[in-house]
Nanobody, 126 residues
Framework: QVQLVESGGGLVQAGGSLRLSCAAS????????MAWFRQAPGKEREFVAA????????YYADSVKGQFTISRDNAKNTVHLQMNSLKPEDTAVYYC???????????????????WGQGTQVTVSS
């Protein structure tokens, strides 16, 4: 069992930055591929980024490539999402999630993720 708690969301002006964090409980954290998803108002939840179990490999949605950076610290059971050059279209609730699938399988479908956080709101004003 893994419990995930996100933090770091808030209101920021366009062009600004935010760093989201996800704190995980449990001793098995390092056995999961971790990811961030987001859901904008009136839209489906979408994949944003994922990081491998060891933290050495990452994968991004095309819409955030070069703009967001995902990382993890297995010693601290945390995952981070550094978001730069934020745009109003990045406004969404951001969720942290865990899957047993390896990153090499490119797990972008939310149905593959078994643990989810409660989400943190990110609002980018123009």
């Amino acid at each position: 069992q893994v419990q995930l708690v996100e933090s770091g969301g808030g209101l920021v002006q366009a062009g600004g930055s935010l760093r989201l964090s996800c704190a995980a409980s449990g001793r098995t954290f390092r056995t999961y591929t971790m990811a961030w998803f987001r859901q904008a108002p009136g839209k489906e939840r979408e994949f944003v980024a994922a990081v491998s179990r060891g933290g050495t490999s990452t994968y991004y949605a095309d819409s955030v490539k070069g703009q967001f950076t995902i990382s993890r610290d297995n010693a601290k059971n945390t995952v981070h999402l550094q978001m730069n050059s934020l745009k109003p279209e990045d406004t969404a609730v951001y969720y942290c999630a865990a899957t047993a699938r390896p990153l090499s399988t490119l797990p972008i479908s939310q149905s593959l993720y078994i643990y989810w956080g409660q989400g943190t709101q990110v609002t980018v004003s123009s």
